[in-house]
């Protein structure tokens, strides 16, 4: 009779472990998620490209990352035409050329890329991941009057922000040309599904040709990735260790437990 109460106890303490596992491996995915492509980003080499590429990649369906399409992702020379960067928030994003998921892992892309910048509306779309130092989702914060600045295709500009907006992602309207030189920045509401997409409108100030306001630039960038690099840890790692510590300690205590 004691040897059956014990392997039924014993079974139904591997089965309390076995919930207590998954729960822990589903509270930390997107923690995971989170630290890898901040890794992955601020890892990843970059050059800059002059003039965008002969061939540029078809577009593709667009679809949230997951945590296998993440890992799947690996730390290499990449080429973007271009870099946006909004200090008032903590947007520092590289531009790619091609509607792909992979772009949109590493960056933002541009939606209609034989738009140029001097006559026209151009519009870049990034990913929303939950992080607030991650790709574009720090746009939630984005103010009339802030200042946005543009890497692209090797010449510097300057815009303002004049309306932030709440859209549809049907109402492509939104972001139709333009004949004056305008940028729109446009990411999704939420990091999960979502018909709605932050629309975030901004004037052209002019070029930036001082090598001083470049380089300002340039030490911009690297603190923003500086701040990344440690918002991680607090962000992602902490939660992981928490949560693991915590089922650790619940794994023995469900093991001493008679």
Not at 163 to 190: F, G, Y
């Amino acid at each position: 009779m004691k040897k059956q109460n014990y392997q039924h106890s014993k079974k139904i303490k591997a089965v309390i472990i076995g919930i207590l596992t998954l729960a822990a491996v589903l509270f930390s995915v997107p923690f995971l998620q989170d630290f890898y492509t901040c890794y992955v980003k601020s890892t990843t080499t970059v050059k800059y490209a002059s003039k965008l590429p002969e061939a540029i990649q078809p577009a593709e369906t667009i679809h949230a990352p997951t945590l296998q399409t993440v890992l799947g992702m690996q730390t290499q020379a990449r080429t973007a035409v271009g870099r946006v960067v909004m200090p008032s928030v903590g947007l520092d994003d590289d531009i790619y050329a091609g509607l792909t998921n992979e772009n949109l892992f590493y960056g933002a892309v541009t939606l209609f890329p034989n738009r140029t910048v001097r006559k026209h509306n151009l519009v870049l779309i990034g990913h929303n991941m939950g992080h607030t130092k991650v790709h574009f989702g720090v746009l939630k914060d984005a103010k009339v009057g802030q200042k946005v600045y543009l890497q692209y295709l090797g010449k510097y500009y300057q815009y303002t922000v004049y309306k932030t907006s709440t859209i549809l992602e049907t109402q492509i309207n939104k972001v139709k040309d333009t004949v004056d030189s305008e940028l729109s920045l446009v990411t999704c509401s939420a990091p999960t599904q979502t018909p709605n997409r932050i629309l975030v409108q901004a004037k052209f100030d002019g070029l930036i040709a001082n090598p001083r306001s470049q380089a300002n630039m340039q030490r911009s960038h690297m603190k923003m990735v500086n701040n990344t690099q440690k918002s991680v840890v607090g962000y992602d790692f902490w939660p992981i260790f928490i949560i693991w510590l915590v089922y650790l300690l619940l794994v023995i205590l469900v093991i001493v437990l008679k």
